[in-house]
Structures are given as C-alpha cells and as structure tokens.
C-alpha cells in the first residue's frame, strides 16, 4: 500500500467532451498508441480526478493541457472556473510556439491566475503512431527558436513530450536555452525495442547533464502496463540516479493511464522500487520537486483530497 505521505500530482488532465473538439476522443477516432481509448470518451472532471485521489494524501495537483483542439487559453480559463482550492494548484496549457503571433497568445495566457507553463508535444518518429507534429526538424526551427524565448521572458515552464531519438537533440536545446527550465514528460517515452532503448540510455544521459531539464515519472506503460517494480525498475533507477530526485517527479497522468496502471499502484510500485531513498528525496519525488518547479505554494498540513 502508498505511504500517507502528502503529494503533488505533477500531470493530470481534466475534459468536458462537449465544450472542446477533442478530435482525439472524438467517436470514431483511431486508436493511440497505448491502445484502444475508449474508456476515456467521457467527461473527466474535477470530481472524478478528486474520487480517483482520495486517501492517497494529494494536496495539490498540476493540469497539463488535454489537446481540446481549441485555443489554448480557453482551456485553462475553463480550468480556472472548475477548480477547487489546489485541485489543480496551477496548470499547463498548449500553444504552437512557431504561431508568428505567439506573444500575444502568452499575454493572454498569463492573464489566468493558475498559469505557470506551455506544453507541446514535439514527437517526430518514423513510425507514423509517433508522430505527433508536422515536422521532424522542430528544434532547429527559427519561429520555435524565437517561441521559446517568449517563454523565458515569461518565466514560464516548458513541458515536452519526445520520443528516444530526439533526446539528444532535446539535450542541445536545452543546453543553448539555459535560462528556460525544461519539464520532459513521461520518462522520456521509454519505447523497448533494442534501438529506442539505447537511444533513450544515451539521451537520457546527455539530458540529464542539463541542470535545466527535469523529468516526470509517468507514463510508464511504454514499458510495462501495470508499471510492475521488476518490469520498470531499471529505467526509473537510472532516470533518478541521472537526475537526481530534486529534478524528477511523480505524475499520474490521469485518467489516461487510468485504464492501465491504477494511481494507487503506480504509487505502491515507485515508493518500492525507491525505498532505499531518505524521507527529504522520496519527498521531493513525490511532492517537492513539482511544488518549486511549478511555483506551488505547498502547505504540507493541508487536507488531502477525499
């Protein structure tokens, strides 16, 4: 069973199927690439992310943009009517950051009071299933470039979502970037076929050289569904050994990894694989690391959601 430690969820998501497109939950969209969605074709809302929460000591959480298919700010504004008290604390919203009036749409953006970071998901692989975006040169292009310095301008977090082979290239961005604070979502996408694994070892390493890049441990299915402590022990370990707890952080990633790995064994199976680690970096693991990246004011004697 978890801990009663408190925590932060670093990465949850929360949906009203009729007030975005949501053109990847729509009735007839094709599968993803952890399979068959179509449990996740309704209503997410903050009572069911609370529901889902309750007794495992979450105090805050983080909303990372569900690709509505809308314009980003109106997602987080939405966000901000339906939240209660720090469920969620901040949020994360979407914007292309090559769009030429990018500025203006982050002036919007912080108009919001839980606004704290930009996610885009940069994954380029040759198998279409990975490909995300439009172009497999996204980091070396100019308005991207130019994007990303709006957001160090802003203070604002950058989440990505990559695949093994554009670790490296991740790394030398973020090197050249390094006044902007990096979040890579979901391990890195740790995919297990011989070449993905050594690309993703190897990326890994040079990410983690970047005292600008952390990482979320989520998303694990890529390695296994049930995020069984045997199956994933060896990625989770090297990621923290690389980082270093200060930089890594648990995140549930609900509700789609619901349909996969329940919250509560996601937290059983990580505090065993990590119960070598003291109280202060199991803590900053599961609460810390999210609070001071996300600028999450953390009362630790708050109530939990029940």
Same mark, same amino acid.
Not at 10 to 25: E, K, S, T
Not at 86 to 113: C, H, K, N, W, Y
């Given at each position: ?102 500025a203006a749409m982050l ?29 497999? !040169?996204? %980091?070396?292009? $100019? ?5 990303? #310095?709006?957001?160090?301008? @802003?203070?604002?977090?950058?989440? /990505? ?19 902007q604070q990096f979040i ?60 270093g707890t200060d930089r ?26 990590? !119960?070598? %680690?003291?109280? $202060? ?5 599961? #609460?810390?690391?999210?609070? @001071?990246?996300?600028?999450?004011? /953390? ?8």
């Amino acid at each position: 069973m978890p801990s009663l430690r408190t925590r932060i969820d670093a990465h949850h998501h929360l949906w009203q199927l009729g007030r975005f497109p949501y053109p990847w939950l729509a009735p007839d969209a094709p599968p993803r690439p952890f399979g068959d969605q179509s449990e996740l074709k309704r209503d997410y809302l903050v009572a069911d992310y609370r529901r889902d929460m309750a007794g495992l000591g979450v105090i805050a959480s983080v909303f990372v943009e569900a690709n509505a298919g809308a314009c980003g700010v109106c997602e987080v504004e939405w966000v901000d009517t339906v939240a209660t008290e720090a469920i969620p604390a901040v949020s994360v919203g979407q914007v292309d950051l090559r769009r030429p009036d990018v500025a203006a749409m982050l002036d919007r953006f912080e108009e919001t009071p839980r606004m704290r970071g930009i996610r885009m998901s940069l994954c380029w692989d040759p198998r279409p299933e990975w490909q995300f975006i439009d172009s497999p !040169d996204i %980091l070396s292009c $100019d308005a991207f470039k130019s994007g990303v #310095r709006e957001l160090t301008r @802003r203070n604002l977090v950058f989440d /990505v979502l990559v695949v093994p082979g554009q670790l490296g290239q991740l790394a030398a961005f973020a090197a050249a970037n390094p006044d902007q604070q990096f979040i890579i979502n979901h391990l890195g996408t740790p995919l297990q076929e011989s070449r993905d694994r050594a690309e993703w070892t190897a990326g890994m390493r040079q990410c983690a050289r970047c005292p600008n890049l952390a990482i979320k441990l989520s998303g694990l299915w890529v390695i296994d569904r049930k995020w069984r402590p045997d199956r994933i022990r060896e990625s989770v370990r090297l990621a923290v050994d690389l980082f270093g707890t200060d930089r890594c952080m648990w995140a549930s990633n609900y509700p789609v990894e619901k349909i996969m790995c329940p919250v509560r064994e996601q937290i059983a199976n990580l505090e065993a694989l990590l !119960d070598d %680690l003291g109280e $202060d970096e199991m803590s900053a693991v599961f #609460r810390d690391t999210a609070a @001071r990246l996300y600028r999450i004011p /953390v009362d630790v004697s708050a109530a939990p959601v029940r």
